[in-house]
């Protein structure tokens, strides 16, 4: 048989020619002016990528300075889990001794209470660790700026002098009238709380009377050390406490708890902790951007330059290229061009990233992490950025395969031709629009599944943001159509501007993603942030209102104050004539028993009732004074509800039952009472509870009633409660039994979501310049076309600022529905999680993105007056 001849006609082949294409590829990619201005959005998502994950990083502290902050120059840490009261021998030197016995090369064993009262007013109390200082055993952390370190018992060093005011030489007084003698003052590096490093004796040293006053004073001895079989120190540490003995009182531990609990903390275990923390915390500044903006930005960059690479792929096929090899070119160029741009976006990323590290590191005031896997998070975004240009470029190749696979019709007349020509297209087309809503409605219901039953962190919220963007995105063409619909063709150049995008929509929709994905990405965060703040400051209350001074229990204020205390301010009349309130809880718990016993609660809540004598002891509490109907309920035997308390009554009132329970078993249950809502602020004192009625009331329904209860003083003005304070240091009596009012200190969100917020809204501003300012470059050919024909250059600049407000517009409000929706489901679904929108804030950002997009089209249309 002889051999057939070669198909000469290779125009119809959907199969690429590989060395082809790459060198066509090569040609097109380097044409340089069509390239650079559609990659510039590649190469700020790889610089925002790099630059976050370093800035992330810098914030977090990695495994090996976590050692160093709680191991210090050692290797292993034990806490031995026994209190020692003050005055007591401590069992420091025996665990010191029993581990170089038992084989370690170094070992030091301290004290630590955290209880230690300064002499000041407001009271409030400090840390103390007592060791040898003068080995410097935390080399890293502790940093000695004046003096020496303690040797004596009695001698300390004061981190934070500024807060502590006590300078070396001087005199520090703490618990009541002991003095510590200051011989230095140090640096702490990783956190700005006051400490006293003790001198080894001092603990010793202390009166044991010093309990009496201040019953919580206790301090835990810990081990440090170096070297040696970790099992055989645990063992002998443990034996030489169990042995441990203050004079007559054995410290035997038979058949008790272990004293030395297992397994303790080793250095090498820290050291493989990565500094990932807030990469981890904070989704939202580096995990989900690092996915989304890559991916968009290479979406955007293929929608820029499709038009230009359509006409570029007609050029060459009706030379003769297959339609294959001239989409496999120009999509190699593509992505060849994305990866570059990425490359060098994340150079100048890392470059920035460590040129920020001595600026967080200053607002921080803490040693930086160590950056950790940039090549990994360089290595991700390369892989991602090419994966996607991949499956893109694989895209119009499977489109242009189908075009290219439709047979031509021979048969049909003129007039059914292009129905017969689109029908593959079309059946094609309508597969990946299914595809596309199925996968979106999925996404939606994953939405709301993840809402009711995920929902409980800030961190699972950023997530929330990231499916609704991923939703909104995949049901971006329905929302594209729509906002063009409503650019009306009433005037010829919105005529021109919609009938241009709807004809180059790919383009547009790919710009619109990029956008609204940014956009949302950056609202979300502002929101998430004030959120958080105004929901801080719900948890950061004062413990009573200013002139309230409430005399409770150290342990908690639930419980009544010590008869001690009483009577020296019963001596002192310091509190004379002024209102004074017993406060009684409906429950038979006391301070020595907190099992479970009988409490009264609300039916269906589970904070406690209070009880006092008369309805004029509620506005001692309150603040403010009762209304007659307030007054009138409360003597017929009704129930005044905190106005804030879940399921609180309406105004106009709701009857409701009182619950005794104990341990979940409900011993009786009241009949219906009438309850009234009941405004008072939050304050520390009612955490916990749920109402007030009075005492008679109680008797006579046979609830459990507490024999003594806190006391609530009020009117005490003019430095009355700071008094007050004053005289029971003056007594070595704890004088934080003694609430009195400090002014909470506003909170301050970590300085990691500040600089997330900062670096997307900065993304948000360079994306809306470099997205739009790209549309004009791909819109030049089109405005050049029209006013070749004879249209006005004013109506160029007009067609482009339409679709510029078309684009940004939509994408402002997709971007407000992603950043508010989460928002919302946050504070519905966290209890105490209060909603707060920073209208103002996103308002500003919105005006400097309108403003800024505003500027960069007058500047890009201006070359169009020629």
Same mark, same amino acid.
């Given at each position: 048989?002889? %051999?057939?001849?070669?198909?000469?006609?290779?125009?119809?082949?959907?199969?690429?020619?590989?060395?082809?294409?790459?060198?066509?590829?090569?040609?097109?990619?380097?044409?340089?002016?069509?390239?650079?201005? $559609?990659?510039?959005?590649?190469?700020?998502?790889?610089?925002? #990528?790099?630059?976050?994950?370093?800035?992330?990083?810098?914030?977090?502290?990695?495994?090996?300075?976590?050692?160093?902050?709680?191991?210090?120059?050692?290797?292993?840490?034990?806490?031995?889990?026994?209190?020692?009261?003050?005055?007591?021998?401590?069992?420091?030197?025996?665990? @010191?001794?029993?581990?170089?016995?038992?084989?370690?090369?170094?070992?030091?064993?301290?004290?630590?209470?955290?209880?230690?009262?300064?002499?000041?007013?407001?009271?409030?109390?400090?840390?103390?660790?007592?060791?040898?200082?003068?080995?410097?055993?935390?080399?890293?952390?502790?940093?000695?700026?004046?003096?020496?370190?303690?040797?004596?018992?009695?001698?300390?060093?004061?981190?934070?002098?500024?807060?502590?005011?006590?300078?070396?030489?001087?005199?520090?007084?703490?618990?009541?009238?002991?003095?510590? +003698?200051?011989?230095?003052?140090?640096?702490?590096?990783?956190?700005?709380?006051?400490?006293?490093?003790?001198?080894?004796?001092?603990?010793?040293?202390?009166?044991?009377?010093?309990?009496?006053?201040?019953?919580?004073?206790?301090?835990?001895?810990?081990?440090?050390?170096?070297?040696?079989?970790?099992?055989?120190?645990?063992?002998?540490?443990?034996?030489?406490?169990?042995?441990?003995?203050?004079?007559?009182?054995?410290?035997?531990?038979?058949?008790?708890?272990?004293?030395?609990?297992?397994?303790?903390?080793?250095?090498?275990?820290?050291?493989?902790?990565? $500094?990932?923390?807030?990469?981890?915390?904070?989704?939202?500044?580096?995990?989900?951007?690092?996915?989304?903006?890559?991916?968009?930005?290479?979406?955007?960059?293929?929608?820029?330059?499709?038009?230009?690479?359509?006409?570029?792929?007609?050029?060459?096929?009706?030379?003769?290229? +297959?339609?294959?090899?001239?989409?496999?070119?120009?999509?190699?160029?593509?992505?060849?061009?994305?990866?570059?741009?990425?490359?060098?976006?994340?150079?100048?990323?890392?470059?920035?990233?460590?040129?920020?590290?001595?600026?967080?590191?200053?607002?921080?005031?803490?040693?930086?992490?160590?950056?950790?896997?940039?090549?990994?998070?360089?290595?991700?975004?390369?892989?991602?950025?090419?994966?996607?240009?991949?499956?893109?470029?694989?895209?119009?190749?499977? $489109?242009?395969?189908?075009?290219?696979?439709?047979?031509?019709?021979?048969?049909?007349?003129?007039?059914?031709?292009?129905?017969?020509?689109?029908?593959?297209?079309?059946?094609?087309?309508?597969?990946?629009?299914?595809?596309?809503?199925?996968?979106?409605?999925?996404?939606?219901?994953?939405?709301?599944?993840?809402?009711?039953?995920?929902?409980?962190?800030?961190?699972?919220?950023?997530?929330?943001?990231?499916?609704?963007?991923?939703?909104?995105?995949?049901?971006?063409?329905?929302?594209?159509?729509?906002?063009?619909?409503?650019?009306?063709?009433?005037?010829?150049?919105?005529?021109?501007?919609?009938?241009?995008?709807?004809?180059?929509? %790919?383009?547009?929709?790919?710009?619109?993603?990029?956008?609204?994905?940014?956009?949302?990405?950056?609202?979300?965060?502002?929101?998430?942030?004030?959120?958080?703040?105004?929901?801080?400051?719900?948890?950061?209350?004062?413990?009573?209102?200013?002139?309230?001074?409430?005399?409770?229990?150290?342990?908690?204020?639930?419980?009544?104050?010590?008869?001690?205390?009483?009577?020296?301010?019963?001596?002192?009349?310091?509190?004379?004539?002024?209102?004074?309130?017993?406060?009684?809880?409906?429950?038979?718990?006391?301070?020595?028993? #907190?099992?479970?016993?009988?409490?009264?609660?609300?039916?269906?809540?589970?904070?406690?009732?209070?009880?006092?004598?008369?309805?004029?002891?509620?506005?001692?509490?309150?603040?403010?004074?009762?209304?007659?109907?307030?007054?009138?309920?409360?003597?017929?035997?009704?129930?005044?509800?905190? @106005?804030?308390?879940?399921?609180?009554?309406?105004?106009?009132?709701?009857?409701?039952?009182?619950?005794?329970?104990?341990?979940?078993?409900?011993?009786?249950?009241?009949?219906?009472?009438?309850?009234?809502?009941?405004?008072?602020?939050?304050?520390?004192?009612?955490?916990?509870?749920?109402?007030?009625?009075?005492?008679?009331?109680?008797? +006579?329904?046979?609830?459990?009633?507490?024999?003594?209860?806190?006391?609530?003083?009020?009117?005490?003005?003019?430095?009355?409660?700071?008094?007050?304070?004053?005289?029971?240091?003056?007594?070595?009596?704890?004088? +934080?039994?003694?609430?009195?009012?400090?002014?909470?200190?506003?909170?301050?969100?970590? #300085?990691?979501?500040?600089?997330?917020?900062? @670096?997307?809204?900065?993304?948000?501003?360079?994306?809306?310049?470099?997205?739009?300012?790209?549309?004009?470059?791909?819109?030049?050919?089109?405005?050049?076309?029209?006013?070749?024909?004879?249209?006005?250059?004013?109506?160029?600049?007009?067609?482009?600022?339409?679709?510029?407000?078309?684009?940004?517009?939509?994408?402002?409000?997709?971007?407000?529905?992603?950043?508010?929706?989460?928002?919302?489901?946050?504070?519905?679904?966290?209890?105490?999680?209060?909603?707060?929108?920073?209208?103002?804030?996103?308002?500003?950002?919105?005006? #400097?993105?309108?403003?800024?997009?505003?500027?960069?089209?007058?500047?890009?249309?201006?070359?169009?007056?020629?």
């Amino acid at each position: 048989m002889a %051999r057939q001849p070669k198909q000469a006609d290779k125009g119809n082949s959907v199969l690429p020619q590989p060395r082809l294409a790459a060198r066509l590829a090569w040609r097109l990619g380097r044409r340089q002016g069509q390239w650079i201005g $559609a990659s510039s959005t590649v190469f700020v998502a790889g610089l925002f #990528t790099m630059a976050m994950f370093i800035a992330l990083s810098t914030l977090s502290l990695s495994g090996a300075q976590e050692a160093d902050r709680d191991l210090g120059r050692f290797d292993a840490l034990a806490s031995a889990e026994m209190t020692i009261p003050p005055g007591s021998k401590t069992p420091v030197p025996a665990m @010191a001794r029993a581990a170089q016995q038992a084989g370690a090369n170094e070992s030091a064993a301290f004290l630590t209470a955290l209880d230690v009262q300064l002499a000041v007013t407001p009271a409030r109390n400090v840390t103390l660790l007592e060791g040898q200082w003068k080995p410097n055993p935390y080399p890293d952390v502790y940093e000695l700026t004046a003096g020496r370190w303690p040797q004596q018992p009695g001698e300390v060093v004061v981190t934070d002098p500024a807060d502590v005011k006590a300078a070396a030489g001087q005199t520090l007084t703490v618990l009541g009238d002991l003095r510590l +003698r200051v011989v230095g003052v140090a640096d702490n590096h990783y956190a700005k709380t006051s400490a006293l490093l003790a001198a080894p004796g001092t603990w010793s040293s202390l009166d044991p009377k010093v309990a009496e006053g201040y019953p919580s004073l206790a301090a835990q001895p810990y081990l440090l050390w170096t070297g040696g079989p970790e099992q055989a120190v645990m063992d002998a540490v443990t034996k030489a406490l169990t042995s441990y003995s203050d004079g007559s009182s054995s410290q035997e531990a038979e058949g008790g708890p272990e004293l030395l609990p297992g397994p303790p903390t080793l250095r090498a275990q820290l050291e493989t902790r990565a $500094a990932d923390y807030w990469i981890e915390k904070s989704p939202a500044g580096y995990a989900i951007p690092a996915v989304l903006v890559p991916i968009g930005a290479v979406l955007l960059m293929f929608g820029l330059v499709d038009r230009r690479l359509r006409r570029t792929a007609e050029t060459m096929v009706s030379l003769g290229l +297959r339609p294959a090899t001239t989409v496999a070119a120009v999509s190699l160029a593509c992505v060849a061009w994305c990866l570059a741009a990425a490359t060098a976006g994340a150079a100048v990323g890392v470059a920035t990233g460590c040129a920020l590290r001595p600026l967080l590191a200053y607002l921080q005031d803490r040693p930086v992490g160590d950056v950790e896997g940039v090549t990994d998070a360089a290595a991700q975004l390369l892989a991602l950025v090419a994966a996607t240009g991949v499956l893109t470029g694989a895209g119009l190749l499977l $489109a242009r395969r189908t075009r290219s696979e439709q047979p031509l019709p021979t048969t049909t007349s003129p007039a059914h031709q292009p129905r017969a020509k689109n029908l593959g297209k079309k059946s094609v087309a309508t597969v990946i629009r299914d595809v596309r809503q199925l996968a979106a409605l999925g996404v939606w219901c994953v939405c709301v599944v993840y809402t009711a039953t995920r929902l409980d962190t800030p961190s699972e919220g950023m997530f929330l943001t990231a499916l609704i963007t991923a939703a909104v995105v995949l049901t971006l063409p329905e929302f594209f159509g729509f906002a063009t619909r409503l650019l009306t063709e009433h005037d010829a150049r919105r005529r021109l501007a919609r009938r241009q995008l709807q004809a180059d929509r %790919r383009r547009a929709q790919a710009a619109l993603a990029v956008l609204t994905v940014i956009i949302g990405a950056s609202l979300g965060m502002l929101a998430l942030l004030d959120t958080l703040i105004r929901s801080s400051e719900n948890t950061v209350q004062p413990e009573v209102l200013p002139g309230q001074v409430l005399l409770a229990h150290r342990a908690s204020s639930a419980f009544a104050p010590p008869e001690r205390m009483l009577t020296v301010l019963k001596e002192s009349k310091v509190l004379e004539g002024l209102p004074q309130v017993e406060l009684h809880r409906l429950s038979k718990e006391t301070v020595d028993e #907190t099992g479970p016993v009988p409490s009264t609660t609300r039916q269906g809540n589970e904070g406690g009732i209070l009880a006092v004598d008369s309805p004029d002891d509620v506005p001692v509490l309150t603040g403010r004074p009762l209304t007659a109907d307030q007054r009138a309920l409360l003597d017929r035997g009704g129930l005044l509800v905190w @106005a804030d308390r879940d399921n609180a009554p309406p105004s106009e009132g709701q009857p409701t039952r009182l619950v005794v329970a104990e341990d979940d078993r409900i011993l009786t249950e009241t009949p219906p009472l009438p309850a009234k809502p009941l405004e008072l602020a939050r304050t520390g004192w009612r955490a916990g509870t749920d109402g007030i009625l009075l005492v008679d009331t109680a008797r +006579r329904l046979g609830l459990p009633i507490a024999a003594q209860g806190p006391i609530m003083v009020t009117d005490a003005d003019d430095g009355q409660d700071a008094r007050v304070q004053q005289i029971l240091q003056d007594h070595a009596i704890d004088a +934080r039994a003694a609430y009195i009012y400090v002014e909470p200190e506003p909170p301050v969100p970590d #300085t990691a979501l500040y600089v997330s917020a900062a @670096a997307l809204a900065l993304l948000a501003l360079f994306t809306v310049l470099t997205a739009l300012r790209g549309q004009t470059r791909a819109l030049k050919t089109y405005v050049d076309s029209l006013i070749a024909l004879g249209i006005p250059p004013s109506w160029g600049r007009h067609i482009i600022l339409w679709q510029y407000a078309l684009l940004l517009g939509t994408a402002t409000l997709l971007g407000l529905f992603i950043a508010i929706v989460p928002t919302v489901a946050l504070a519905t679904q966290i209890p105490d999680f209060e909603l707060s929108i920073p209208w103002g804030q996103m308002s500003l950002l919105l005006a #400097t993105l309108a403003l800024a997009s505003a500027l960069a089209a007058t500047r890009s249309t201006l070359a169009l007056r020629r």
